[in-house]
C-alpha cells in the first residue's frame, strides 16, 4: 500500500499481488481488509486486472491490482452469463475449493501436512474478502450488492481452485444460447477454454498454466445455471495473471511468457 | 435384488448396503438405477436404515435398506431444519466432495493414484442417483420433488464426506433458534454432532468414526441458511450405519461395537 | 528429565516418551543429546522399554524409557538374527521412510502441507540420535559399536514407519532357518507378525495398530539378509509401546486396550 | 522390439524407451525379461543412452536405448565414484524410492488412489530387472558381476526417485577428494547438479526438470560413502533423457527443449 505510490512516482508501473488497490472505495477496503487504506487516493486510478475484462483499461495503467484468485474463477465464470442476461445479478452462490498454496507460506499448525493430509473442511464461510471484488467487478452487469453466497474450502493439493457456481436462470436460456454466449464473450481470450458439454474441468488439467476451464449446465426445470470453473491459484489466480497483464501493458503479445 | 428375498425367506433379518430396496417406487429405481426391479413386491415393506430418522421402524423391520453414503449426510443436516420450517423445501442446492474408497474398489484409470492424487472435479453435476433417495426420506418434512441441486465432487483423500448446503431461509429463525432445533432434534441421537458457533467440520474428526458433524450459519439479508455436514462415508455412510442398525434390530445399545 | 525424578519420589511408576532414559550412559546422553543430564543416577535404574526384549524388567520396573520410533522398528528387525548369529552384528545398515507425524507438531516452513506434499528427502543422514539406543539394545547380542549406518528419510504420509535394513549374512543360513528364528523368538510376542515369504509389509497394514510386521530375504551369493519392517510410529513407535509397557508394570494382559 | 528394426531398415533413428535394447547379452536380455530376443543383431550396435557417460557414442548412434528410471539415478550417483576408485564396484546397496507414475498407467487395484494414498511398500526386494543394465553400465569401472544390492519402493508421490546408495570406501578418500571428483566428472552435464555439504536432494527439487541432484557423505570410520541422487522418473529418467539423446543425435545444443 505504501511502496506502489513510491514507484509510481518513480515513473514506474506497478501491477500490486496484494489486495490493496481492488476495492474502488475506501470505505469498502477499510471494511473488508479491517485498515484504513492509507493513499485512497490512487483506488481511482487502480484499474482491476482482469485481462479478460479489462484488457483496454489494462494497457493503459499504471497501477494495476491484481485480481484475488478464488475472485479470478469467479468472474471469468460469472461475466457472461450476466452480460448476456442468461442469469440472475443476485443470489448466485460460490462453492469453491482450494489447495494449499493459497494459504501462503506462513507456518502455521492447520496448515502442517499431517493435519492437513486426508483432510478438507469449510472455513470464512459466507464470509471472504474476496467477495467484494467480485461484487464489483461483476457490477457493470447488473447490480448484486451483498446478495452474493461464497463459501471457500481448502483441500489437500497443492495448487488448484475448484469454483463450483449457481445462478438462478434467468428466461429461458438454452444450452446452446448459453455456450454462444461463453464462446463470443471469450472469442478473443487465448486462457479462458469453454469445455465440450459434458466435460467437466479437472484442477489437474490447468495446474501449472495460465488457463481457465469452464464447463455448464442448464437445468430449466429448476431455473439453474450450474457452472464449474478451474484456475491455477499461483498462476491465473496470481502470478501469471500478473504477467498477462504485464505483457499488454507493455504492447507485447498477451501470451508471451505463459505458454510453456 | 435377489439374494434379499432367499435370505428373507429362510428367516433371516436382512441389512442390504447395495441402492436396491431405497425407493419405494419400482418405476423410480427403474428409472433412476437403469434397470426394471425384481422383487418391487418388497419395496414396500422395505424401511430406509437412517437410524436417526426411522430407529422405531427399523427396530422392527426385517429388511432395511441403509442409504447411501452422500445421502446420510445430506438428510441428517437438512431433516430438523425441514421439520421447524426454518428452510423451504425446495431450491436446496448440495455440493458434495468425496474421499476415494466411495468410488468403490474397482480398478480405474480414472481412480489411479497418479490420476487422481493433486486433482479435482465435479461429475454426475446434477444428475447423482442419490437424489431420489433424499427427496423420499425428506419428503416427509415437506414437498421437494425434482428440484434438489446436488453436485458431487471427487477430492483426493480416502476417507470422508463433507457436504455443503445451501437452503433458503424460511421465516425469520435466528441462529440460536435453528441451534435448538438441531440439539432438539438430535438428542436422543448418540452419532450426530451438532458443533459450537464458529466450529466448521473437518473430516478429519469424523474419519474411523460413526459420528456425523453439523454446523451452520444464518444469513437473514440473504436469506439463506448454510449447512456443513461430515461424515465417514465407510462408517456413517456405509458399514458403521449398518451396524447401527443391527444394532437396533437386534435390541442391544445402538453404539454397541461403534465406540472404538 | 526433571519430573520423572518427581513422580518416581512420590511413588509413582514412569513410563517417559522422551529420549531422556534411554541411553545408560551419561556421557553417550550429553554427546547425542547435546546437554547433560541433570539426573544420571536415574539411567542405571530406567529399563529401556521394548517388551519384546525387556518384558521381565519392564514389569518390574519403576522407570521405562520408552523406546524411539525408528529405533523399535530396526531393534525389532534386528535381534533375532542376531542372537541367532545370523547376522554379523557391525555393517549393518538401516534405510528408514517415516510419517510427518514422527516430525512433532511445531509449526515449521519444511512441514507444511505445501511444502511436503509430492516430496520426499532424507535427512540426519548417518547422524541420528535414535542410532546409540539402537546400538546399546542390540549390544547384548554381539558389539557393535559405532558401525551402525542409519538414513532417515521423510515421505508424504501421516503414519507409519517402514525400516529396510541390510545385513551381513553371517555364516550361511537359510531362509528357513531364519524364519524359524524369528518366529522362536516372537513366539509369545502378540504384536510382530512375521510374513509368509513374499509378502512385503507395508505401512497402511500396521498403521492405527500396535503391530510390527517383518519380512526378510536371504541371498547367500551376496551374503546378505534384508530385512523390512513395518510399523505405526505413533503407536507400536510411541503411545501404543507405552500402553504395552504400562500393562506389564500393572500385571494386566500385555494386550489390554491395544486390540481395537 | 519388432518395431525399431523396420524404422532403422527405413533409415530412421531410434530412440526406445522400452528396456528392450539396454543390455548388450541377448542371454542376459532373456534371463531378466523373461523372453527371448527377436532381433538380438541389434544389441550390440544399441549405445546405452545416459548422455553424461555416452555422449559421443549417443551423438554417432542409430539406435540408442534409452535407461530405465531407476538405472539412470544410480549411475549418475555411481559412476564417478568408481571411476575415481574412491569406492569398491562390489558390494553397493541400493534403496531407492520411487513416485507412482513409475508403475504406469495400466489400472490395478493395488496402484488406485485408496490403496496407495498413506501407504509405502517394498517390492522386487533383491530382484529388479534394472539391476544387470545398471552393472553394465558401471561395469567399465570395474567387475560387479551380480553384487548389487537394489530394493524398490513406491512412495505415494506423482512424480520423482530418490535412490539411497551406500558404497565401500576404497583407500582413504575425503570428503573434498570425492567432491572433486564429482565436479570433474560432471564439469560438462548440464542437467547434473552437485549439492553443496548438507543440502540434501528433495524429490521437489527435480520434480518437472531433467536434473539429477546428487549430494554424499563420507564416514572413514565406518568406510562408507553414502549418496543421495533425485530425479523426475518422467523426465531425467525417461522422456527427458530421451529428447537430451535425440539433441545429440541432431547435433543440437544438449538442451534444446529441456529447460523451460
Given at each position: 500500500?505504501?511502496?506502489?505510490?513510491?514507484?509510481?512516482?518513480?515513473?514506474?508501473k506497478?501491477i500490486d499481488l496484494?489486495?490493496?488497490?481492488?476495492?474502488?472505495?475506501?470505505?469498502?477496503?477499510?471494511?473488508?481488509?479491517?485498515?484504513?487504506?492509507?493513499?485512497?487516493?490512487?483506488?481511482?486510478?487502480?484499474?482491476?486486472g482482469l485481462s479478460e475484462?479489462?484488457g483496454?483499461?489494462v494497457a493503459?495503467?499504471?497501477?494495476v491490482?491484481n485480481p484475488?484468485?478464488?475472485?479470478a474463477?469467479?468472474?471469468?465464470?460469472?461475466?457472461?452469463?450476466?452480460?448476456?442476461?442468461?442469469?440472475?445479478?443476485?443470489?448466485?452462490?460460490?462453492?469453491?475449493?482450494?489447495?494449499?498454496?493459497?494459504?501462503?507460506?506462513?507456518?502455521?499448525?492447520?496448515?502442517?501436512?499431517?493435519?492437513?493430509?486426508?483432510?478438507?473442511?469449510?472455513?470464512?464461510?459466507?464470509?471472504?474478502?474476496?467477495?467484494?471484488?467480485?461484487?464489483?467487478?461483476?457490477?457493470?452487469?447488473?447490480?448484486?450488492?451483498?446478495?452474493?453466497?461464497?463459501?471457500?474450502?481448502?483441500?489437500?493439493?497443492?495448487?488448484?481452485?475448484?469454483?463450483?457456481?449457481?445462478?438462478?436462470?434467468?428466461?429461458?436460456?438454452?444450452?446452446?444460447?448459453?455456450?454462444?454466449?461463453?464462446?463470443?464473450?471469450?472469442?478473443?481470450?487465448p486462457f479462458?477454454?469453454?469445455?465440450?458439454?459434458?466435460?467437466?474441468?479437472?484442477?489437474?488439467?490447468?495446474?501449472g498454466t495460465n488457463y481457465?476451464?469452464?464447463?455448464?449446465?442448464?437445468?430449466?426445470?429448476?431455473?439453474?445455471?450450474?457452472?464449474?470453473?478451474?484456475i491455477d491459484?499461483l498462476l491465473k489466480g496470481a502470478a501469471g495473471q500478473a504477467v498477462q497483464n504485464m505483457n499488454l501493458m507493455s504492447g507485447w503479445p498477451e501470451t508471451t511468457g505463459l505458454q510453456a
Amino acid at each position: 500500500m505504501d511502496v506502489a505510490p513510491v514507484l509510481l512516482k518513480a515513473g514506474r508501473k506497478v501491477i500490486d499481488l496484494a489486495g490493496d488497490f481492488r476495492l474502488a472505495s475506501p470505505d469498502a477496503f477499510a471494511q473488508h481488509y479491517g485498515t484504513p487504506h492509507t493513499h485512497p487516493e490512487l483506488l481511482s486510478q487502480a484499474v482491476y486486472g482482469l485481462s479478460e475484462l479489462n484488457g483496454d483499461a489494462v494497457a493503459k495503467a499504471r497501477l494495476v491490482a491484481n485480481p484475488g484468485c478464488y475472485a479470478a474463477s469467479v468472474i471469468l465464470a460469472c461475466a457472461p452469463l450476466l452480460k448476456a442476461k442468461f442469469a440472475e445479478p443476485s443470489g448466485i452462490i460460490v462453492d469453491a475449493k482450494s489447495g494449499l498454496t493459497g494459504a501462503g507460506r506462513k507456518a502455521e499448525v492447520s496448515t502442517m501436512f499431517a493435519e492437513m493430509n486426508e483432510n478438507l473442511w469449510a472455513y470464512k464461510v459466507n464470509a471472504h474478502q474476496h467477495v467484494p471484488e467480485i461484487e464489483q467487478a461483476l457490477g457493470a452487469f447488473g447490480g448484486m450488492s451483498g446478495s452474493m453466497c461464497f463459501v471457500p474450502h481448502v483441500v489437500p493439493v497443492n495448487r488448484g481452485i475448484l469454483s463450483t457456481i449457481y445462478l438462478r436462470l434467468s428466461g429461458g436460456a438454452t444450452w446452446e444460447q448459453v455456450d454462444n454466449a461463453y464462446r463470443s464473450f471469450y472469442q478473443h481470450a487465448p486462457f479462458v477454454r469453454v469445455r465440450p458439454q459434458g466435460q467437466w474441468p479437472a484442477v489437474r488439467d490447468v495446474a501449472g498454466t495460465n488457463y481457465c476451464d469452464i464447463a455448464f449446465t442448464v437445468d430449466p426445470a429448476k431455473r439453474l445455471l450450474i457452472v464449474v470453473a478451474a484456475i491455477d491459484n499461483l498462476l491465473k489466480g496470481a502470478a501469471g495473471q500478473a504477467v498477462q497483464n504485464m505483457n499488454l501493458m507493455s504492447g507485447w503479445p498477451e501470451t508471451t511468457g505463459l505458454q510453456a
